[in-house]
T-cell receptor
C-alpha cells in the first residue's frame, strides 16, 4: 500500500459543484501539504499544515479550503469549482523534526472542471 | 521568502550525452535544496537532496548536483543519459529553521532521443 494515498485519482465535475479531495498517510508525519500542478507552472502550494491545529495558506489558496481531521488526514475542498481549477493535485507529507526535510508525495488526483 | 528559478523549460538531448539542468534559488536565510523527478503519469520521486556538508550530492539513477552558495545554484547533472531518463525534473527549496514550506520551480522537461 502507498504511504500517501489520494482519493479519488480522477474526477470530472461541473462548474459550481462542491468537491473534496482526500489525502491520508501512514507515515506518521506531522506536516501535510496540498499542491496543484499546471503545465509550465510547476507545483504551487495551496495550503499546508504543520499539525492538526496549525493550518496555513500557501501561494494560491483562493477558492480552496482544507481540513486536517487527524494527523493522518488532510482534505482539500473546492467550495464552488470553476474551470481554471482543472489541474493535477498532489498531497505531500514531511517531518523535519525527524530529519525528513524532503516531501513524500501521493500519486495525484486529476481534476477536470467542465 | 524563498523562490526557485529553473531557466530551461525543455532540454532535448541524445542518448549517452551528458546533461545539466539548471536551478537557481533566492533566500535570505540558509536553505535545504532538493531535486525531484516526475515520470509520465506518476507522482514525484526524490532524486537527491542537499542539507549540509559536502556540496556535491549524489542521488539515484546516476544523477548528482552541486550546491554553489556564492552563485545560489543547485544544478543537476548526469554524465550519460538514457531514454528512461525522459521525465520532468523539479528543483525545490526550503529555508532552514523548521518554519517554512517547500517551494518548487516550474520544472524542466528532459527529452532523451535515441
Amino acid at each position: 500500500d502507498a504511504d500517501v494515498t489520494q482519493t479519488p485519482r480522477n474526477r470530472i465535475t461541473k462548474t459550481g459543484k462542491r468537491i473534496m479531495l482526500e489525502c491520508s498517510q501512514t507515515k506518521g508525519h506531522d506536516r501535510m501539504y496540498w499542491y496543484r500542478q499546471d503545465p509550465g507552472l510547476g507545483l504551487r502550494l495551496i495550503y499546508y499544515s504543520f499539525d492538526v491545529k496549525d493550518i496555513n495558506k500557501g501561494e494560491i489558496s483562493d477558492g480552496y479550503s482544507v481540513s486536517r481531521q487527524a494527523q493522518a488526514k488532510f482534505s482539500l475542498s473546492l467550495e464552488s469549482a470553476i474551470p481554471n481549477q482543472t489541474a493535477l493535485y498532489f498531497c505531500a507529507t514531511s517531518d523535519p523534526n525527524r530529519g525528513l526535510d524532503e516531501a513524500f508525495f501521493g500519486q495525484g488526483t486529476r481534476l477536470t472542471v467542465v | 521568502a524563498q523562490s526557485v528559478t529553473q531557466l530551461d523549460s525543455q532540454v532535448p538531448v541524445f542518448e549517452e550525452a551528458p546533461v545539466e539542468l539548471r536551478c537557481n534559488y533566492s533566500s535570505s536565510v540558509s536553505v535545504y535544496l532538493f531535486w525531484y523527478v516526475q515520470y509520465p503519469n506518476q507522482g514525484l520521486q526524490l532524486l537527491l537532496k542537499y542539507l549540509s556538508g559536502s556540496t556535491l550530492v549524489k542521488g539515484i539513477n546516476g544523477f548528482e548536483a552541486e550546491f554553489n552558495k556564492s552563485q545560489t545554484s543547485f544544478h543537476l547533472r548526469k554524465p550519460s543519459v538514457h531514454i528512461s531518463d525522459t521525465a520532468e525534473y523539479f528543483c525545490a527549496v526550503r529555508s532552514r529553521g523548521n518554519t517554512d514550506k517547500l517551494i518548487f520551480g516550474t520544472g524542466t522537461r528532459l527529452q532523451v532521443f535515441p
